[in-house]
């Protein structure tokens, strides 16, 4: 079975240029009043190109950036080389990197990395975050839908799956909306996004 990363190494040049063209002010909009405007400890899961560690830092909060892609994450390093980012290889469904550091987060964000995982590493993997979240963090998570790229692992992933982890471990869901993509060529492949932010009580 191909890893949960297959095909990002591959493309990273191309990506590196694509993700840091768009502002992360942007992609985020949605879900940007439930960002804290409090200096606060995030954890960014599959942090890409850095791009929105760097936006994170800029709002003044710190990053651990988890990327398994060592092309994107040393490529990552050099574009946004900010002490308050520490950059580490993991990824779900253990983190057990992340883990070891022994440290709880007031955010956890997964930017297109859940749809990356099987059912089952799904619902380990939400455990995981659960278990790394501190008391009243919350966790924004986006899924993609739709056509799946060539040498890409992808699964049929949805809102209300998600949504009914989040309650089984007595998350409360703050937002939770599915929007075609804000890319007009992805949009018009049927591509579209789902977003949710949960919250430990």
Known sequence: MKPSNAGYAQEA???????EGLASETVHAQWRQWIPSAPSRLLDIGAGTGRD???FVSLGHSVLAVEPTNELREGARQLHPKPEITWLDDSLPELTQVKACSELFDVIMLNA???????????????????????????FMSQRHGPIPDGRRMFDVSGAETASFA?????????????????????????EWTCLVFEKS
Not at 13 to 19: F, G, V
Request: hydrophobic share 40%; glycine share 8%.
């Open 13 to 19: 040049p191309t990506l590196l240029q694509r993700y």
């Open 53 to 55: 560690a760097a936006w």
């Open 113 to 139: 990395v859940w749809m990356h995982l099987n059912e089952a590493e799904r619902r380990s993997g939400f455990e995981t975050l659960v278990s790394l979240m501190a008391p009243g963090a919350r966790l």
């Open 167 to 191: 309650s089984a471990h007595g998350l409360q869901t703050l937002y939770h909306e599915r929007n075609g993509s804000q890319l007009a060529e992805k949009r018009n492949l049927g591509v």
